[in-house]
């Protein structure tokens, strides 16, 4: 058996529905026989009636309701068709969602499925990442899995998990990534994993650049360079036990993240292990990011945008050299 | 390359004597390469004939690197490889790597290398680029916990990038010297080591002369006391410095510091390291009141007795080393102060005495001044140590 990343965000929603009967589907085109703008819900209207359900075309209505029925003890999943639109939802997730449980202590266990980041074509509102925007808010609990068991698991998590969870699922995987088997329990949320052992340099990431970095690692092997890959898993909280003792290791940080470059989760990494894990360091912490501008149609200026195998190496390298 | 020697991270080809088809023996000296060291040959692993030599001349090679290929029967390339020394590279393997992210400047450099291979542990960088004294946060993190300053990673040679000292090259130098004889520095070693190593962060310079000793010693033997001829020397140095105060001035940030006293210290040596009392106010101590707190002084250093207030303050201090026989120096002032006077070992020379017409019986002694060349410069130096020869040249004044 093969499963593709999206397959086990599919399959995850179908063992929440059929385990847990407060669980139910909320978005756009969700339901019926479409089945989602990526078919992440496919065939699910039609084995669960009456729980995943269509919405107007209006994601603050859409994380409102949610949160309503939420406070009433129900445990909503929705999916937003793309990870740029939840910016029209940004009071709800973060005015309202982020800090009810604080004012009344009653929680909100909503989960937000984003399709976030790039692909081939994509443009500016169909290609961001939308993760660091959610972390800095307090109140949420942000979510980028790299692999499709921690896409499976991580999402099951996710609906479990009392407060917020903010679950960023990389288009680009949706297809590319494929697994023999789904596990049935993954690592605890917000602890980290280490993707490859090394010994020489730490790179941080997580989602696709996760196994971008994991390219450049096996690359780099054979000039006898041996690159650890922390998979941070959740952005929030962010594991800096794991990346102070992979530093602690390799006295070399580089930290590689999808989105723009302005603060964000690597500046976050680097500012922890700078200020943590300062006697750690043989070399000043390097930083990739997309570049700061909107992101490009054109497939060749969005490769350009996008940090890939081929940038990371090089710093990779340089890094190395420092 | 072969590894050439302990310290030894790279070598320049020099010379290849060898071109493509030749016939070598083993053990044949093919390439001659240069290190910081010495011109070494490297040698034919086996018997066989040169296939192609990639090494260029002038370049440099970290150790592991391929310099070149010997076809080989079977049989001797059998016999080589159970011979293969420790370091063995996998170059051949790797690609020339398209490094975008090297400079320019470095690009043809650091190209001409990569298909050379890396060295474990680090990649090849020419040693003149930046880093050589650059000590990483994580190091240096190290070095505090183990008490250590830049003075003790001085015999280090570093293998990491433009030769800078790794954590590894540390821990290494830490495990070679556990298999040595290995004892705690003793307090007083440990604070003459620091002061020392503190003191030769500055500019320091020295000026000496030669001085005639004969009237100090006939003006020793007309005192009760017999002062030796270093605190003769350290009352000399009082006067000059009470006529010209200034000579002792510290030099801090922008300002100049001038002491309101003539304190002057003397070193004297105690079991294992130095100490030097402070002479309070010496230019206004007679002679003989010198000799009574010298006295004093030396026998509560011997018993390690003086405190530190007791050696504060001094703004110059007198080594008499002449008192092991040695006959100059070029000791270092402390770290506080700006001049260290030195007295060498007296000894007959014959002088021309120009109204007799000949050499005469003369007891002569080396006197160095040391001084930062931050606060004084040679001559304002050298004025003052002619000051002091001058004086003790007519002891009767002091």
Known sequence: MSITYLEAIREAQARLLRDDERVFIYGQDVGGTFGGAFKATKGLAKEFPNRVLNTPISEDAIVGTAIGAAIKGMRPIVEMQFADFSSTALNQILNHAGTHYWRTNIPVPITIRLPSGGTKGSGPFHSQSMESIYAHYPGLIVMTPATVEDAYTMLIDAVAIDDPVVYCEHKYLYYHLKADKLPDKGLPTGRARIAREGRDLTIVTYSAMVQESLAVAGELARENLEIEVVDLRTVKPLDTDTVLASVARTGRLLCVGESFPWGGATAEVIARVTSEGFHLLDAAPVRINAKDTPIPYHPNLWSAHRPGAKMIAAKARALLKE | ?398
């Open chain 2, 1 to 398: 390359m072969p590894q050439l020697g302990e310290s030894i991270a790279e070598a320049t080809i020099v010379d290849i004597k060898v071109k493509p088809g030749d016939e070598v023996a083993v053990d044949q000296e093919i390439i001659d390469v240069e290190t910081n060291k010495a011109v070494m040959g490297v040698t034919t692993p086996c018997k066989g004939k040169i296939e192609k030599i990639t090494a260029q001349l002038k370049e440099t090679y970290p150790i592991g690197s391929v310099l070149g290929y010997v076809e080989a029967s079977e049989a001797d390339a059998a016999r080589f490889k159970k011979q293969a020394p420790p370091p063995q590279t996998v170059a051949e393997e790797i690609p020339a790597r398209a490094d975008q992210e090297v400079k320019p400047a470095r690009q043809e450099k650091v190209a001409a290398r990569d298909g050379d291979g890396a060295r474990p542990g680090g990649l090849p960088v020419p040693a003149t680029l930046k880093g050589a004294s650059f000590v990483s946060p994580r190091v240096r993190a190290r070095m505090a916990e183990l008490q250590l300053t830049p003075a003790d990673l001085a015999a280090i040679t570093g293998t990491g990038a433009g030769n800078r000292v790794t954590i590894k090259d540390l821990e290494n130098f830490l495990h070679k010297i556990d298999s040595q004889s290995v004892k705690e520095a003793s307090a007083i070693r440990a604070g003459v080591a620091d002061a020392m190593r503190r003191s030769w962060t500055r500019p320091l310079s020295t000026v000496g002369s030669s001085v005639n000793l004969d009237p100090v010693l006939q003006d020793r033997q007309s005192r009760d006391t017999k002062p030796g001829p270093g605190l003769y020397a350290t009352r000399a140095l009082a006067l000059a410095l009470a006529e010209s105060p200034t000579a002792a001035a510290k030099l801090i940030g922008n300002r100049v510091v001038q002491s309101n006293s003539i304190d002057v210290g003397v070193a004297v040596e105690a079991e294992d390291g130095i100490m030097v009392p402070v002479i309070r106010n010496a230019e206004k101590t007679s002679l003989a009141d010198l000799v009574k707190k010298y006295q004093e002084l030396v026998d509560l250093a011997r018993k390690r007795r003086i405190s530190p207030d007791m050696q504060a303050g001094g703004i110059a201090t007198v080594s008499n080393f002449g008192t092991f026989g040695v006959e100059w120096g070029t000791p270092i002032p402390l770290p506080d102060q700006t001049l260290l006077l030195g007295l060498g070992a007296g000894k007959k020379v014959p002088s021309w005495d120009e109204t007799k017409k000949e050499f005469v019986p003369k007891t002569e002694a080396q006197i160095t001044l040391s001084f930062d060349h931050r606060s004084i410069d040679g001559g304002g130096a050298a004025r003052l140590l002619k000051r002091v020869i001058e004086l003790l040249e007519e002891p009767s004044k002091l």
